[in-house]
Nanobody
Framework: QVQLVESGGGLVQPGGSLRLSCAAS????????VAWYRQAPGKQREWVAS???????AYTEAVKGRFTISRDNAKNTEYLQMNSLKPEDTAVYYC?????????WGQGTQVTVAS
């Protein structure tokens, strides 16, 4: 049974940092290009960042220079380091493959940026 568990979210002030983790079980994450997505209240889920099997990264324009995606294949885990957070980064963050697989969606982790 595939399970992706996101963690590391929370309430942070503007300009603060958080590090999100996505631990995978029941699937060998190393075989996939993986990504982070987010869904803000009242908006559709959007792609945030991705990292290929070979380590190539890509980011949506809104987070470039502030967020860093990484992966630890030995731990079957991916990460999202988020710095210089802004109120508009407030959302539920999810991990999945770059071509999202429906059964892989987890519960997400809430990130709230507010003073």
């Amino acid at each position: 049974q595939v399970q992706l568990v996101e963690s590391g979210g929370g309430l942070v002030q503007p300009g603060g940092s958080l590090r999100l983790s996505c631990a995978a079980s029941g699937v060998v994450f190393t075989r996939y290009d993986v990504a982070w997505y987010r869904q803000a209240p009242g908006k559709q889920r959007e792609w945030v960042a991705s990292i290929s099997v070979g380590g190539r990264t890509a980011y949506t324009e809104a987070v470039k220079g502030r967020f860093t995606i990484s992966r630890d294949n030995a731990k079957n885990t991916e990460y999202l380091q988020m710095n210089s957070l802004k109120p508009e980064d407030t959302a539920v963050y999810y991990c999945n493959t770059i071509a999202p697989i429906e059964k892989f969606w987890g519960q997400g982790t809430q990130v709230t940026v507010a003073s």
